[in-house]
């Protein structure tokens, strides 16, 4: 699986939106981008998954560049609640493949009142 | 839906004693179970990925002998931690996966050996 680079650490103010962007310029055709974070002692929360086209839930938007090298997860209205770890993961396979998945480090983001 | 639990939250033991995590997928069946440690201040590390009814296949450096793992039936797997040396403690989260599903994260258990 490609490996992902993010920036280790993000200040957002509460209210704004958060935009965390992850490399991943090694990408295969058949990976598919996922968005996960650990809020403090807690596990893993999916947020969102992508191949190609930008995808948006209830939770976050995902935006891939065109040439699928790079992403950037939007919180758009960001709270307290979301200060945590979010990670980056490129895998393949999609939702009806649970292969697994390889943690990088993460951004640390913290939302500030 | 999608609710992974995990059992015990925390627990403290002797060192050489074995412990055994639960970890079970409450409203769906999970035909994969997926093992990680993670140390404080660092990411979570794979430790291995069951299948329902099969040996679990190990990442390397992982010690198969030490980490038992059995994936018994499709909502429960188990960890059980042989031997266990204080160099053991750590947070152990499972995941759980269906067919048609992505991958569920259970809260996590906290292993502390004395």
């Known amino acids: 699986d490609a490996k992902t680079t993010q920036p280790p650490s993000m200040d957002c103010a509460e209210g704004r939106a958060a935009n965390l962007p992850c490399n991943h310029s090694?990408?295969?055709?058949?990976?598919?981008v996922y968005w996960y974070r650990q809020i403090h002692s807690q596990g893993p929360q999916y947020i969102i998954h992508g191949l190609k086209n930008n995808e948006t839930n209830e939770m976050a938007s995902l935006i891939i560049t065109e040439d699928r090298k790079s992403s950037t997860l939007i919180l758009p209205h960001a709270t307290l609640r979301d200060t945590a770890v979010y990670y980056c993961?490129?895998?393949?396979?999609?939702?009806?493949?649970?292969?697994?998945?390889?943690f990088g480090q993460g951004t640390e983001l913290s939302v500030k009142p | 839906g999608a609710v992974v639990s995990q059992h015990p939250s925390w627990v403290i033991c002797k060192s050489g004693t074995s412990v055994k995590i639960e970890c079970r997928s409450l409203d769906f069946q999970a035909t994969t179970m997926f093992w990680y440690r993670q140390f404080p201040k660092q990411s979570l590390m794979l430790m291995a990925t069951s299948n329902e009814g099969s040996k679990a296949t190990y990442e390397q450096g992982v010690e198969k002998d030490k980490f038992l793992i059995n994936h018994a039936s499709l909502t429960l797997s188990t960890l059980t931690v042989t031997s266990a040396h204080p160099e053991d403690s750590s947070f152990y989260i499972c995941s759980a996966a269906s067919g048609v599903g992505e991958q569920y994260f259970g809260p996590g258990t906290r292993l502390t050996v004395t």
């Open positions: 090694t990408i295969s055709g058949n990976e598919y």
């Open positions: 993961i490129v895998r393949v396979g999609g939702g009806n493949q649970g292969g697994k998945l390889i």
